[in-house]
């Protein structure tokens, strides 16, 4: 025996007590079922968004180094302390993939920082 549906006349199972097409309850008394649409919670990482990341961290930390090679005693390499703030920004991400990239980041704008501090003349 099929339970056919009133609304959409499709042949569902006996024991269904909604269509499995359309959700019309098929048996009287039934509240119609409310479809939960669930949120993909496993969401994509923007790569754009991790790509720029990188970009600003890199160019804030090893950018005022590099101006101030080629044009000594500018103090841009103060830019380097801006390369820490992408990594932590990152690092509060809830997505543990986010946090890896923030880490890694958080290397590089230290390693330009330590390039920096090697340019002071102290
Ligand atoms: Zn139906």
């Known amino acids: 025996m099929t339970r056919i549906?009133?609304?959409?006349?499709?042949?569902?199972?006996?024991?269904?007590d909604y269509c499995a097409k359309c959700g019309t309850p098929l048996v009287e008394g039934l509240s119609p079922k409310t479809f939960i649409v669930y949120?993909?919670?496993e969401t994509t990482?923007?790569?754009?968004f991790l790509i720029i990341s990188y970009l600003i961290t890199i160019i804030f930390s090893f950018g005022g180094f590099v101006i101030d090679l080629i044009a000594k005693h500018t103090s841009m390499g103060f830019f380097s302390f801006f390369g820490f703030f992408m990594p932590f920004f990152l690092l509060q991400a809830k997505d543990n993939r986010i946090k890896k990239h923030g880490v890694v980041q958080l290397l590089l704008?230290?390693?330009g920082f330590l390039l920096f501090i090697r340019t002071l003349p102290l």
């Open 5 to 16: 549906c009133k609304n959409c006349n499709f042949e569902n199972q006996d024991n269904y």
């Open 39 to 41: 949120k993909n919670v």
């Open 45 to 48: 990482i923007n790569k754009k």
């Open 109 to 111: 704008s230290f390693i």
